[in-house]
């Protein structure tokens, strides 16, 4: 399967943001889906991930992003969203979406590992 993330861009501390990425190549329903998140001099984060849909669709949240982020798929437009409210500055980082074989998609706030990456779109929070 082949993503492609967009959405990304510079919006105020506050703002909001949602992010798309469109799948191609293969049914995106069969797999768990994931974003993740890249700052410069950081490791890789992930910020959210849903299980697939033939499996149990579990939703996870890290309290970094809780309450502010949401992940959904359209599996009739083969694409997930991460709709992002209340940014903060500390959300600055490149955003990736990702897609697993698995059904599940974390165990104990662990994620994953994922099978297709995308490319990463820029998420910059400031005034």
């Known amino acids: 399967v082949q993503l492609q993330a967009s959405g990304g861009g510079l919006v105020q501390p506050g703002g909001s943001l949602r992010l798309s990425c469109a799948a191609s190549g293969s049914s995106l329903d069969f797999y768990a889906i994931g974003w993740f998140r890249q700052a410069p001099g950081r490791e890789r984060e992930g910020v959210s991930c849903?299980?697939?849909?033939?499996?149990?669709?579990?939703?996870y949240y890290p309290n970094s992003v809780k309450g502010r982020f949401t992940i959904s798929r359209d599996d009739s437009k083969n694409t997930m969203y991460l709709q992002m409210n209340n940014l903060k500055p500390e959300d600055t980082a490149v955003y990736y979406c990702a897609a697993g074989l698995s059904s599940g998609c974390q165990i104990g706030g662990i994620f994953y590992a994922m099978d297709y990456w995308g490319k990463g779109t820029q998420v910059t929070v400031s005034s």
């Open positions: 849903m299980g697939s849909s033939d499996g149990d669709g579990e939703i």
